[in-house]
């Protein structure tokens, strides 16, 4: 209209409200597009954070998930224990349950550290190498994944493997022998979060001990070194963190100090050991039979009918003569092995109690949250979801209003939901959608296609932003800290070079490069956090917040510009060998 007033004649206005209205669609058809896009992801993303749990139904599995525990220096919730733990031996952080649905990995870890009656029937261990297949007896099935029921039969014979691969040179390990060592760790990954949440058997009825107690305790060994890395649920004044497994058998020691008066480690192993050696248990019988065996096999060794004998036939002779003796005789044959066997039965359950209870442990009452999470525990065996709901809600409040150690409510809270909207994920498939964009833009309707490719590159941007603030919040350090991080960095800093170059030239060339590097850096930093917790700090060589924050961040600026360079050399060279506009 304005050429028309100013000297275009009436034929041309037609012509004129065509272009108007083409170029009009040209920014409404991008908009609707990316603002399309962006609100089927934040709708889809934003669900994901959302609690389905009610307080009769179904168990809230994300509030236990907001629930913290402290893993590899630093507190966590479980939510992230338990993906971080499920993509160590499975390399995904959700699994498939007999039905083939996807579940999410609290619930795998709900039904392993609570010895639910699905403990160990999920199929999470990724076997791909066929040898180790093989030498566990397991048939090759689709998703190479198996449970650990399948895996147990085998593992005794499995670790003669492990012993070998030990021995062997680094630089001499054959394949066969880096993936036994790979299945080794993550089987001690999955059996190490099993002890630390064990929880003791109950109290029998009749107060007295049962073999079941002896191995729980004695299994517990492992879990009083402090240099054990295992998950820390409880907190207390005392203990400040410590496992789930050791606030449980101190407060069952507690329980059994009241019912029998010891007030002592030394006295509650020394009773302990007396009540299983004179329980009759058919363990400890035999124990006691094999060791007066092998007494009267010696004594027969030096005698005229053990002359000449191998060791099974004296075995066989000393059987025959110790049926033969009369009861009494049996008794006193067996007392001093007996007693014997329980003063060496006291001195292990010792030596493990003393450093359980400590010197206060019994006089103190077993802490609120260790109560919770026994609660909540033996709620999710029984399927008992309205009390596992309140309980987790008691604990929540609980922790709010009387915080552990290191604990910030906010903090665990927003690593749960960073958790499940996963903003690196669908950044990184907006980033393939930006050059699927750009490389239909170079084909045909040139204009609209590389606009709305150039504007969701800016809303894939402000989220791979809040992914990377996220992530500084989380842990309270630079952008930069571990290799995960420094891929997710470089990433960022090659969508901000490729914006620009955008800006400048507006024909797709940065387009395609900040969504190569976007892409790419995803993909290398999903496959660096198979190795566990993304969050772990590497130290530096001059361990300060200052030096992460000012020379790490800028050296791998300079990785980042080294990558933006190679991109676009590949792309020159892809011109010039694909199209003629370079001969």
Known sequence: WNELETGGTPGEVPELVRRQESTRLDYIIPAGFVFLVVAVVGCYALSKTWSTGSRNSTADLKAFGRLPVVYQGRVKP????????????????????????????????????TGSPQ???????????????????????????????????????????????????????????????????????????????????????????????????????????????????????????????????RDWCRQWSRSSGDDSATEIASSLARGIVASKDPQIERT?????????????????????????????????????????????????TQRELEQGLARQLASVLVLIIGDEGLKQPASEAYQGLANIFEAWKTDEAGTFNSEVERLIKLNRQQPP?????????????????????????????????????????????????????????????????????????????????SAIFIGWGGVIAGMIIERVYRMGIGNVIGASAGFATMTIAHILAADGDTFSVLVAVLDTQFWLATHVVCITQGYTSTYVAGLLGVLFILRGVLTPSLS
């Not at 160590?88 to 649905?101: A, C, F, H, N, W």
């Not at 002890?195 to 079941?212: F, G, R, V, W, Y």
């Not at 030096?302 to 009861?327: H, Q, Y």
């Not at 992914?467 to 290799?483: D, F, K, Q």
């Open 78 to 113: 479980f939510d992230t224990l338990a993906r971080n733990s499920l993509r160590v031996i499975s390399d995904k952080d959700s699994y498939l349950d007999e039905d083939g649905k996807r579940q999410p990995a609290i619930r795998w870890l709900l039904d392993e550290i």
């Open 119 to 249: 403990a160990g029937t999920h199929r999470v261990f990724r076997i791909e190498n066929l040898d180790v297949q093989r030498e566990l007896d397991l048939d090759r099935r689709k998703g190479l994944r198996y449970s650990f029921e399948e895996i147990a039969p085998r593992l005794q014979e499995f670790s003669k493997q492990v012993e070998l691969a030990r021995k062997t040179p680094p630089e001499r390990l054959s394949v066969f022998q880096k993936k036994v060592r790979q299945l080794h760790n993550r089987i001690q990954a999955y059996l190490g979060l099993r002890k630390a949440h064990m929880l003791m058997p109950e109290l029998s009825q009749d107060k007295k001990p049962t073999i079941d107690v002896v191995d729980a305790v004695m299994r517990l060994r492992e879990l009083t070194d402090e240099r054990s890395q295992l998950p820390l649920a409880v907190p207390s004044p005392d203990h400040e963190w410590e496992p789930l497994a050791l606030a449980s058998a």
């Open 288 to 336: 006691i039979h094999d060791q007066v065996i092998a007494t009267i096999t010696n004594i027969l060794q030096s005698t005229p009918d053990g002359r000449g004998k191998n060791e099974r036939e004296l075995r066989e002779l000393a059987e025959e003569r110790w049926k033969a003796l009369p009861a009494a005789m049996k008794t006193q044959l067996s007392a001093p």
């Open 405 to 485: 150690k290191d604990f910030s409510a906010s903090r665990v809270s927003f690593e749960h939901h960073f958790n499940h909207l996963s903003p690196f994920f669908f950044a990184g498939a907006l980033y393939v959608l930006i050059f699927v964009l750009v490389c239909g833009s170079w084909l045909g309707w040139t204009v609209p296609l590389n606009r709305a490719a150039s504007w969701l590159m800016v809303a894939t941007f402000l989220l791979h932003t809040y992914g990377l603030v996220a992530r500084m919040y989380i842990s309270e350090r630079p952008p930069v800290t571990n290799l995960y991080s």
